[in-house]
């Protein structure tokens, strides 16, 4: 229930529309703005040139503006203009309103944007225009929020970003945490896979069984099936089999010519963006590479499928082979025959055991304090609407 200082008033009341224009010019750069669903807030977007924009006319935003997405307003899409964003320009389609000071904090209307209450009636209020469901800036004013005194809103919103203020020491607290162990992990693999009296130094390709690529065409989709693994299905480690995408048998077949995958291969991506990516196949796995993907077998007479794994990740390979191969390239690409001649520190097998377990214990505690801290994000993260709810209701 909502107090009674907090009587509700509609946008109309307490802003006013405002506009800037000006003729864009050529030769000019123009700052744009963009805002983000949901009320994530405002971001620039790519600069362009007077020359570049279909709009007679673009207006200037001001710090404190509330600016609007007509089309996306049913889906939060309304923020105010922070300091860093003055002087950013944006099209008709973003209609701007100035805050009445008197009346209205514009950080009280801020954290407004973020609640389901104003979601809800920015999309009433945008239905029914020509089917388009885009917001009328005369709809937008009939837009009702609570408005306590002036002073009350300041007290509120002080108090307001203080909490979110401790939820961002919590975030970054956490984040510290997470890259802190990674950096452990990484250090220790450094000082690992390195050149060692006990260690043979010998190339990749000799403890591979078989390397395997994929198969040089696009293959071909079907709604079920097999699935078929892209650079995106591969993370550091492990194969998100359930984001790829699927192919028929017969499809499979095709692209499993060379050798179809068994467990502990190591599926390593080769191209692109994420080149150098390399995980596991465990038990049950069934499917096919895509483009951009190829495979190594590990020689279990020689070496630890998991050992080999590591040491793929490992900067002794990811950072002083594979990624001085791909700088300066707009299209990352490993050469197979570069991979087999990269250089591999080859310790005895039970001392590969060793290493493996020591590794695996590392990998373990960074894997639990990344369940941490998405269990603290997604707990922060529902406890945010509840506090601006508190907070519109005069309860905080």
């Known amino acids: 229930m909502m107090r009674k200082d907090f009587s509700l008033v509609p946008l109309r009341d307490i802003a006013l529309p405002v506009e800037r224009p000006e003729i864009p010019i050529l030769g000019k750069k123009y700052r744009q ?3 983000k669903l949901w009320g994530e807030g405002g971001y620039e977007r790519e600069s362009i040139d007077g020359s570049q924009t279909q709009y007679k006319t673009l207006s200037r935003v001001e710090a404190d503006d509330i600016i609007v997405n007509k089309i996306w307003a049913r889906n939060g899409s309304v923020s105010v203009v922070s300091s860093t964003l003055a ?3 944006a099209s008709g389609e973003f209609p701007t309103f100035a805050p009445i000071r008197e009346y209205l904090e514009p950080r009280w209307f801020y954290w407004l944007t973020k ?7 920015c999309d009433e209020k945008s239905r029914g225009t020509s ?4 917001i ?3 709809r937008f004013l009939e837009i009702k ?3 306590p005194p002036l002073e009350e809103q300041r007290r509120i919103v002080a108090r307001l970003e203080e909490l979110v203020g401790k939820f961002e020491e919590v975030r970054s607290l956490r984040q510290k945490a997470l890259e802190e162990s990674e950096a452990l992990t990484k250090a220790a693999m450094r000082q690992i896979f390195k050149p060692h009296e006990n260690y043979q130094e010998v190339s990749l390709e000799s403890v591979c069984a078989a390397i395997i690529d994929n198969l040089h065409s696009n293959p071909v989709y079907s709604d079920n099936g097999v699935p ?3 650079s995106s299905d591969v993370g550091w480690g492990a194969l998100y089999l359930h984001t790829a995408r699927c192919t028929s048998e017969e499809e499979y077949k095709r692209r499993t010519v060379r050798g179809e995958p068994i467990p502990n291969d190591i599926v390593l991506v080769r191209e692109g963006g994420g080149t150098g990516k390399a995980a596991i196949v465990l038990e049950g796995q069934r499917f096919s590479l895509g483009q951009r993907v190829m495979m190594l077998r590990p020689d279990k007479n020689k070496v630890r499928p998991k050992f080999f794994l590591y040491q793929i990740l490992s900067p002794s390979v990811y950072e002083d082979q594979i990624i001085p191969r791909c700088k300066g390239s707009a299209s990352p690409h490993l050469n197979i025959g570069a991979l087999r001649k990269f250089n591999f520190f080859l310790p005895p097998l039970p001392k590969q055991h060793r290493i493996v377990n020591y590794l695996d214990e590392l990998q373990t505690k960074v894997d639990t304090i990344k369940r941490q801290r998405e269990k603290a994000m997604k707990e922060l993260d529902a406890l945010l609407p509840s506090i601006l709810d508190k907070a519109f209701k005069g309860k905080l």
């Open 33 to 35: 703005i963009g805002v």
């Open 87 to 89: 002087g950013c320009y």
């Open 115 to 121: 609640t389901k209450y104003f979601w809800e009636q």
């Open 131 to 134: 089917g388009k469901n885009r």
């Open 136 to 138: 009328r800036p005369e």
């Open 145 to 147: 929020i609570p408005l």
């Open 228 to 230: 078929c693994i892209r």
